[in-house]
């Protein structure tokens, strides 16, 4: 069982920036991949960012060069580091972790990008 606990979303400026963290309640190292999901009201929930074991990532083809995926083994948190940030990133964005084939869930937290 591995929970997760989500934090630093908020109400940001187009063209600001927030820092996303994901806290897990087991050791990540041992965890094969973690990722940031998101969801806007009406839409179904996409993959944002996934990150490795090994430290390779991946993101979606709306986020590269603006967002940034990495993680603190020491800290057992992920981040997901949003710069230039748009309307079209709101969304409850959600941590993800796939661990031994089956996927766990945080919460959920809330970006919104208006002026």
């Known amino acids: 069982q591995v929970q997760l606990v989500e934090s630093g979303g908020g109400l940001v400026q187009p063209g600001g920036s927030l820092r996303l963290s994901c806290a897990a309640s087991?050791?990540?190292?041992?965890?094969?991949?973690m990722g940031w999901y998101r969801q806007a009201p009406g839409k179904e929930r996409e993959v944002v960012a996934v990150i490795r074991r090994g430290g390779s990532a991946n993101y979606a083809d709306s986020v590269k060069g603006r967002f940034t995926i990495s993680r603190d083994n020491a800290k057992n948190t992920v981040y997901l580091q949003m710069n230039s940030l748009k309307p079209e990133d709101t969304a409850v964005y959600y941590c993800?972790?796939?661990?031994?084939?089956?996927?766990?869930w945080g919460q959920g937290t809330q970006v919104t990008v208006s002026s």
């Open positions: 087991v050791s990540i190292f041992s965890i094969s991949a």
């Open positions: 993800n972790a796939d661990h031994w084939s089956l996927h766990y």
